[in-house]
């Protein structure tokens, strides 16, 4: 079972990196583009012993207790099988 | 018109930063983790005058070109409304 955690920075906190991505790329002569975001995602391979619940559970928990940090980011949670 | 690029090391890529992950939230007395692999993310905000189909060709560009290194990693492109 594997769960997919992505990781990103709050709406309302400036993001530097995404700004210097997105300048890179306009100077290299994309356009249309109105932002740019950079965000952290993590594959989760847990045994295939753990129930879907528990899989969801479990990686909810680490998300919020080590791959993010609440006070400037957001994150989301999908499972598969 | 929201671009989402996600990348990820090739499976035959060693992936040191995910292990250190790993081995950290094992640590904390997280069971049930067989493998953790770190990627990025990135959310592109483009122009609403932009078609589905260019901006799905727009961002595969950007991806292939600017955002992933080819030779160690691969990208997947989702684009919405």
Redesign the interface.
Known sequence: MRAKV???LKPSVLDPQ?KA?QH??EQ?G??????????????????E??KEEDARA?AE??AR???SNPVIEDFRVEVER
Chains 1, 2 share one sequence.
Do not use: C
């Open positions: 992505y990781v990103t995404g991505i890179s790329v290299l994309y356009g249309g583009i109105e932002d740019i975001r950079q965000g952290k995602y993590f594959e989760i391979e847990l045994d012993s753990v479990t928990r680490m207790e080590v791959l």
